[in-house]
């Protein structure tokens, strides 16, 4: 990142998979809500768990767990769905705790591919004093494929 960006913060919702914090720009993030139930979603890609309606709205639910490769989980209660919108669409995300919103300096921020190369789907990681946080990119989280199957599942409901 560079030096003009230093001293500003990036505001970041925080939330926890498999133990291991993660985060979305807040300006991504419309709302959380508890876990509810998700419909199936036929000849949608694999990581897309189905959909909710939320206020008349279908919103496909994608789980990140497929993506990195966790081993899955069946959410109950406890658990919560961060609704974040990309440039292409509302969706919604399982997580297994929400820890709140915290801010970063924009400078303590490392590129993913620095540190982990070829993560596409993570767009920055801090070095906290009590571990890293992936930042996410959900605009690059779904391949094109995968996006072109989503839209074209939701069009068939």
Same mark, same amino acid.
């Given at each position: ?5 230093? !001293?500003?913060?990036? $505001? &970041?919702? @925080? ?7 993660? +985060?979305? *720009? =807040?300006?991504? /993030? ?45 959410? !109950?209660?406890?658990? $919560? &769905?961060? @609704? ?7 969706? +919604?995300? *399982? =997580?297994?705790? /929400? ?50 199957? &989503? ?7």
């Amino acid at each position: 990142m560079g030096s003009e960006q230093k !001293g500003l913060a990036i $505001h &970041l919702v @925080v939330f926890v998979l498999e133990e291991q914090r993660y +985060a979305l *720009p =807040v300006s991504t /993030v419309v709302r959380v809500l508890p876990m509810v139930a998700v419909s199936p979603l036929p000849q949608a890609p694999a990581i897309a768990l189905g959909v909710i309606n939320l206020h008349g709205h279908v919103i496909p639910v994608l789980d990140i767990r497929r993506r990195f490769d966790l081993p899955p989980r069946n959410y !109950g209660v406890s658990a $919560h &769905l961060l @609704v974040a919108r990309t440039s292409r669409r509302t969706l +919604a995300v *399982p =997580v297994d705790e /929400v820890l709140g919103v915290r801010d970063v300096a924009a400078d303590a921020v490392a590129p993913a591919d620095a540190v982990l190369p070829g993560i596409g789907h993570v767009a920055g990681i801090v070095a906290l004093s009590d571990g890293l946080l992936f930042i996410h990119d959900l605009e690059a989280f779904l391949s094109l494929e995968e996006e072109q199957r &989503l839209t074209q599942a939701l069009a068939e409901m």
